[in-house]
């Protein structure tokens, strides 16, 4: 795939509280040391679920243990209470909400990161091995530019769509630029298995946590025609119902968590897309190895 094939939108991501790097900064000493790190995760989060889903194509399950976090954050702006001696362990006083995902050190107790695209870059270049390359070489701009186009014209633009304090005018537009952003990968996988090729990548990932985020939670807040509109990209659809299957996605999708997190924090009306769901998740999903927590 040419590097102009998917068209790429300004980033919109909140700053993250701690972006140290595994093996880049010597002055921080995070070196790429095995079962130094830890991972903390809810599934329920986009974000989280990235990683999970790229540790697990790493296999690294003996390499940095994971720390399942619960499906609904138990305190104020998304806090997990769990986190809470972590963030104070590494900034003092730290006065913001103790979020995931979080990537800490249990050398010196302290986090290293919560910027998820850090997170996975540094688990595939430091811990990959011979695993399969999630970012293949000279791919760098090809995958931000993708990474900013889920966050933008998929997430973004989705939930501008079903925005009940915006006029129809906003929507519309908002509801345009999702399914002009949509058709990009829908013509690449009409002709190829994954987005960049033959292989599968990081940006398949970046894509596929996207695609569940627009079935099972922004669905919610679309009109039945405009999630018809959604559903009628057929390569996409497929492509998102054949990773589902996948050993290393599939497993990690916690389709009832995912709901009791929007329920729980969403303040938006619910409209008639509700009742229009594009995929069955669950028929797709291999069998869960672990229990996740409630």
């Known amino acids: 795939m040419s590097a102009h094939a998917l068209t790429a939108l300004p980033s919109a991501q909140p700053v993250p509280a701690f972006r140290g790097r595994i093996g880049r900064d010597a002055r921080s000493g995070h070196y790429a040391v095995p079962r130094r790190y830890r991972l903390h995760l809810s599934l329920s989060c986009p974000h989280c679920l990235r990683i999970a889903i790229t ?3 790493l296999g690294l399950d003996d390499v940095c243990p994971v720390n399942p976090l619960p499906a609904v954050p138990d305190g104020p702006g998304g806090e997990h209470s769990a986190l809470r001696p972590l963030y104070e362990a590494s900034a003092h006083r730290y006065a913001g909400a103790a979020v995931a995902p979080v990537l800490s050190d249990d050398w010196s107790g302290r986090i290293v990161s ?3 695209p850090d ?11 011979d695993r399969p390359a999630l970012h293949p070489r000279g791919a760098d701009a090809e995958i931000e530019g993708v990474r900013r186009l ?6 973004a633009a989705a939930q501008r ?15 345009g630029s999702l399914l002009r952003t949509l058709r990009q990968p829908e013509s690449l996988l009409a002709r190829q298995e994954y987005l960049l090729g033959d292989q599968l990548t990081a940006v398949d990932v970046e894509l596929w946590v ?14 039945a025609a405009a999630v018809h509109r959604v559903a009628d990209h057929p390569h996409l ?3 998102a119902r054949r990773l589902a299957a996948h050993p290393a996605f599939g497993p990690h999708l ?3 968590g995912i709901a009791r997190r929007h329920h729980a924090h969403c303040r938006g009306l619910e409209a008639a897309g509700a009742a229009v769901q594009i995929l069955d998740w669950a028929a797709h999903v291999p069998t869960r190895a672990t229990t996740r927590p409630s």
């Open 55 to 57: 540790h697990s194509l």
């Open 114 to 116: 919560t910027h998820a």
């Open 119 to 129: 997170i996975m870059r540094d688990l595939a270049w430091h811990f990959g091995g």
């Open 150 to 155: 889920c966050a933008q014209g998929i997430d």
């Open 161 to 175: 769509a079903g925005r009940a304090d915006a006029d129809a005018e906003e929507r519309t537009d908002a509801l």
């Open 210 to 223: 996207s695609l569940v985020q627009l079935d099972t939670v922004h669905r919610w807040h679309l009109d």
């Open 237 to 239: 659809w497929a492509y």
């Open 254 to 256: 916690d389709l009832d």
